[in-house]
């Protein structure tokens, strides 16, 4: 199970960092990710973190902005959002597929003021 938390309204700008704690210890992990969901769109995966090497990848809209990365001992998953904007507005959550299976957190919704 996948607990989200850290979203919340903060202006154009700023900075949030969203948290995905899993309770349990995660096997077979293929790559944990944050993806968001903004007003009239799709689901869209913004940021993948691979546990082959911890290398990381993010769509063309957050990259420079966003980083992922992974508490191994906390068993969780980080998203550093910075100079944030207000097309960034949405419910972010997190999912991780392992062994090829795919699971979503609950959403935290992050609203940017302009």
């Known amino acids: 199970q996948l607990q989200a938390s850290g979203g919340g309204l903060v202006q154009a700008g700023g900075s949030l960092r969203l948290s995905c704690a899993a309770s349990g210890s995660i096997f077979g992990i293929n790559f944990m990710g944050w993806a968001r969901q903004t007003p009239g769109n799709q689901r869209e995966l913004v940021a993948t973190w691979f546990p082959s090497g911890a290398s990381t990848n993010y769509a063309d809209s957050v990259k420079g902005r966003f980083t992922i990365s992974r508490d191994n001992a906390k068993n969780t998953v980080y998203l550093q959002m910075n100079s944030l904007k207000p097309e960034d507005t949405g419910v972010y959550y997190c999912?991780?597929?392992?062994?090829?299976?795919?699971?979503w957190g609950q959403g935290t919704l992050v609203t940017v003021s302009s």
């Open positions: 999912t991780v597929v392992a062994n090829g299976v795919r699971s």
